[in-house]
């Protein structure tokens, strides 16, 4: 299994369009295959840090993911709610 946590820090000011932007990313992403689980969570002591988690089968699911419009929309688009570069860890089981 390989674990991805995505770590963000959003523009406050931002937020509202965020939270939609990346609710279609967590939608689409449920439905890849090889996708074992994939949720997003706001840090309960700052309302500006959020976390992706997500959980794949192997690392091929996590490669053909990784090719997807939604998650390439991502990419081209984070740019635009986040304060700060995001944080990416990535770890195998």
């Given at each position: 299994m390989?674990?991805?946590?995505?770590?963000?820090?959003?523009?406050?000011n931002?937020?509202?369009?965020?939270?939609?932007?990346?609710?279609?990313?967590?939608?689409?992403?449920?439905?890849?295959?090889?996708?074992l689980?994939?949720?997003?969570?706001?840090?309960?002591?700052?309302?500006?840090?959020?976390l992706?988690?997500?959980?794949?089968?192997?690392?091929?699911?996590?490669?053909?993911?990784?090719?997807?419009?939604?998650?390439?929309?991502f990419?081209?688009?984070?740019?635009?709610?986040?304060?700060?570069?995001?944080?990416i860890?990535?770890?195998?089981?």
């Amino acid at each position: 299994m390989i674990t991805n946590n995505v770590r963000l820090t959003i523009d406050p000011n931002k937020r509202a369009e965020y939270l939609s932007f990346i609710d279609d990313l967590v939608n689409k992403s449920l439905k890849d295959k090889g996708n074992l689980l994939y949720a997003h969570y706001q840090d309960i002591n700052d309302e500006n840090q959020y976390l992706i988690l997500e959980h794949w089968e192997n690392q091929a699911a996590l490669d053909a993911h990784s090719k997807t419009d939604h998650l390439l929309n991502f990419k081209n688009h984070i740019g635009e709610y986040v304060t700060k570069k995001p944080e990416i860890l990535v770890f195998k089981n």
